[in-house]
């Protein structure tokens, strides 16, 4: 089946610094990515959507310059996110469209604990 | 703009009973999926629902969705430990081709022996 690999899983980082997520998609291109992130005991917030070969389609609040995204191939998506601040640090998912057909295209990475200090 | 609720936001409920959880949109939609997460994880993906009418059974889960009355159930038979976990329902909605999921509020659910 589908599988969407994320890492790191966890990652703790000095404020100011910048931390990058990788997400890949194992066994199938997909040309769109997508990145949330989950405050705890939260539901799962979009903050962009990735396509291959173009520019990320933020959602409404979300600083573009912070969270850098960079969809390169129809398999790597990344989120960097700059500068962090012990605000940034939350739960971050991925997710790639057009895997498993059985999800109807939504395949999930296992998710970065990201801890500024 | 589009909402997702679901209901209850917390269930605590016995071993053995049965249980319904609820999700509403506030618009048309194109797809509606139901998730489980388990703390600290990421989502597994349980139940896509694709039509008016559309029911999905896997072991002791059930969904259904009413798209006139903009209404999806998650339904809990004989509820066991295991199903301990916060579901997630997400509406797909399509915009210009573009296509994207709103998850629900989620509705962490405690099975109690």
């Known amino acids: 089946g589908a599988v969407v690999s994320q890492h790191p899983s966890r990652v703790i980082c000095k404020s100011g610094t910048s931390v990058k997520i990788e997400c890949r998609s194992l066994?199938?291109?997909?040309?769109?990515m997508f990145w949330y992130r989950q405050f705890p005991k939260k539901s799962l917030m979009l903050m962009a959507t990735s396509n291959e070969g173009s520019k990320a389609t933020y959602e409404q609040g979300v600083e573009k310059d912070k969270f850098l995204i960079n969809h390169a191939s129809l398999t790597l998506s990344t989120l960097t996110v700059t500068s962090a601040h012990p605000e940034d640090s939350s739960f971050y998912i991925c997710?790639?469209?057009?895997?498993?057909?059985?999800?109807?295209?939504?395949?999930f990475g296992s998710g970065t604990r990201l801890t500024v200090v | 703009e589009l909402k997702v609720e679901q209901n209850p936001l917390f269930l605590s409920m016995q071993e053995g009973k049965n249980y319904t959880i609820y999700c509403n949109y506030s618009t048309t939609s194109d797809r509606l999926y139901w998730y489980r997460q388990d703390p600290g994880k990421s989502l597994e993906s349980l139940f896509v629902l694709l039509s008016n009418g559309a029911v999905k059974q896997e072991g002791r889960l059930m969904a259904s969705l009413d798209t006139k009355a903009r209404l999806s159930t998650l339904h809990i038979t004989a509820a066991v430990h295991d199903l301990s976990a916060t579901y997630f329902c997400?509406?797909?909605?399509?915009?210009?081709?573009?296509?994207?999921?709103?998850f629900g509020t989620g509705t962490r659910l405690t099975i109690i022996p």
């Open positions: 066994d199938f291109q997909a040309t769109t």
């Open positions: 997710s790639a469209q057009g895997g498993s057909l059985a999800n109807y295209g939504y395949t």
């Open positions: 997400a509406v797909e909605r399509s915009n210009f081709g573009n296509e994207k999921l709103t």
